[in-house]
């Protein structure tokens, strides 16, 4: 008996390691390896904070879902369904749908970068326009046919597979170099160093680190694997989930940190540094292990980043059918879909029509494109559209990245990032207000401490973004420390009047008077 609970404890964590392998993408290994090698071990602070972040969220949004058995995206739709409406779907999702899109297509030509990057650090690779589009094709082929064919079942175990492999390889690297230590204890204090001639600014570095850590469009893909879940075994699989990119994030920037020149004289950053620095100390077999692992890790993000668009849109697009109404398998998704449950954690689960804990139990750490999304009533996002939805998103990463040179993919990278980090605090303003919304968490609310955390990480993030476009728009006008402030005063004012003119401050200060140190499990 205990062999098989270990071993289910073992799918559990490999099953939410796909959050992992979303996050460790090659945006991280470049933005990380990027921060090391241009600010050395400064912003290891930005990486903890991350971390932190994407824990609270993404715990916050499994919550949600077992405990309402809808997830963020049906939430939004069901608080908002009286509000403006666009063609009989509310406006804000129609906001969260756009964002998702946008955002994931940009993570997706921050992919396709990354993969040719990882295919040119392979010794002997061509280096040629016609060989480069050549690449791009190829890799566009491979995602769609595994889109298109269903054949993403065992999707999330063998991430988590290159996930730890990638762990392995860059740990062996920081074993052997000579780590300042005193920097590296400096790093974990928050700090915005001066910016190096060739670099890129430190504010868009940092809010990247975030952005590519800590990923609004988890919560939407979190939110899906949480169905039919138990709590605890979900908060754990989270918490190793997010520890274990943290780890990685972490070994790639120190990696990243040798090729940091003090005098700020280096060129700008490129992944073939990092593909040196491996190089001087693995020789060419490293490096070709790290080609191959960049590589798995590129495809795997090609994968779940248009899959985590294309579900977030059915989720806030098509009505939740219950599993009387279901007649035929017309829509895909890669995880199972419990119609009718409210939450397995629910204390009115069995007197609410949840489906059997023994069909449960049996799909519990399968992912599956084959369960039905529609249904004979309610409005349903058509297939054709959700497989659209992956497809345009690989034909634009495919065309873009096939124009563009070394230096652009950089570029490229860095833009997602960036602009996916400025996009988080909406996302998570969306949680927050849905988590404390008593019809979908009734039965179990939202404590008072969990509130602070969340509200805590909105507010930062509120003023990690502002900074970001303060400082896009003043440029050099300003001194840093104005910058600061500036930025400080817009976050601090958007969550007031959110708190204010909705009836989120309401409820916050109710889960304090209420319920505030009840145990969330």
Not at 102 to 131: F, K, M, R, V
Not at 158 to 178: E, K, P, Q, S, T
Not at 486 to 494: D, E, K, S
């Amino acid at each position: 008996m205990k062999l098989v609970n270990i071993w289910n404890e073992l799918t559990s964590m490999l099953y939410w390691t796909m959050l992992a392998a979303c996050t460790v993408g090659p945006g991280t290994v470049v933005t990380c390896a990027r921060a090391g090698a241009e600010y050395d071990l400064s912003l290891i602070w930005a990486l903890v904070f991350a971390s932190v972040l994407a824990y609270t969220l993404q715990e916050g949004t499994a919550r949600l879902t077992i405990v309402s058995g809808k997830s963020l995206g049906q939430c939004l739709r069901v608080k908002y369904r009286h509000g403006a409406k666009i063609y009989d779907t509310a406006v804000i999702c129609w906001l969260v749908g756009v964002s998702v899109f946008i955002g994931n297509t940009l993570y997706e030509c921050n992919n396709w970068a990354g993969g040719i990057d990882a295919i040119l650090a392979i010794p002997g690779s061509s280096t040629s326009i016609g060989w480069k589009v050549g690449y791009c094709l190829l890799y566009a082929a491979v995602v769609i046919t595994l889109l298109v064919a269903d054949k993403t079942e065992m999707l999330g175990i063998f991430l988590g597979i290159v996930m730890m492999a990638m762990v392995a390889l860059f740990l062996c690297v920081v074993v052997y170099m000579d780590i300042n230590l005193p920097n590296l204890g400096r790093g974990f204090l928050p700090n915005i160093p001066a910016k190096a001639a060739s670099a890129a600014e430190p504010t868009d570095i940092i809010i990247s680190l975030v952005g590519t850590t800590s990923i609004g469009f988890n919560l939407f893909l979190g939110g899906s694997m949480a169905k039919g879940k138990s709590l605890r075994p979900a908060q754990r699989g989270i918490g190793f989930s997010t520890a274990s990119a943290f780890v990685v994030s972490v070994l790639i920037l120190i990696v990243g940190s040798g090729n940091y020149d003090e005098n700020g004289s280096a060129d700008k950053f490129r992944i073939a540094d990092l593909a040196n620095k491996i190089e001087e100390l693995y020789s060419t077999a490293g490096v070709v292990i790290f080609g191959i692992g960049f590589i798995a890790a590129a495809l795997s993000s090609m994968l779940t980043v248009p899959l985590g668009a294309a579900l977030t849109a059915d989720s806030v697009f098509s009505d939740e059918v219950d599993e009387a109404d279901k007649s035929t398998a017309d829509l895909q998704s890669p995880f199972p879909r419990n119609h009718g449950v409210k939450g397995v954690d629910n204390p009115n689960f069995q007197m609410e029509g949840g489906v059997k804990m023994q069909d449960m139990r049996d799909r519990e750490n399968k992912i599956s494109m084959n369960d039905t999304l529609d249904g004979t009533s309610g409005q349903k996002m058509p297939r054709w559209v959700y497989i659209s939805i992956m497809v345009v998103m690989v034909c634009v990463a495919t065309i873009v990245n096939s124009c563009i040179g070394t230096d652009e993919r950089t570029t490229v990278i860095l833009i997602a990032q960036v602009f996916n980090g400025v996009l988080l605090p909406f996302f998570s303003l969306c949680l927050l207000l849905c988590i404390n919304d008593a019809q979908f968490m009734g039965s179990r609310p939202q404590t008072g401490w969990a509130n602070v955390f969340l509200l805590v990480s909105v507010t930062i993030t509120l003023f990690l973004a502002s900074n970001v476009i303060i400082q896009k728009i003043v440029k050099d006008q300003l001194e840093v420390a104005y910058k600061l402030i500036i930025a400080a005063c817009c976050g601090l004012g958007i969550i007031t009047s959110i708190l204010t003119f909705t009836t989120l401050g309401k409820d916050i200060l109710t889960s304090f008077r209420n319920h505030c140190w009840t145990a969330l499990s």
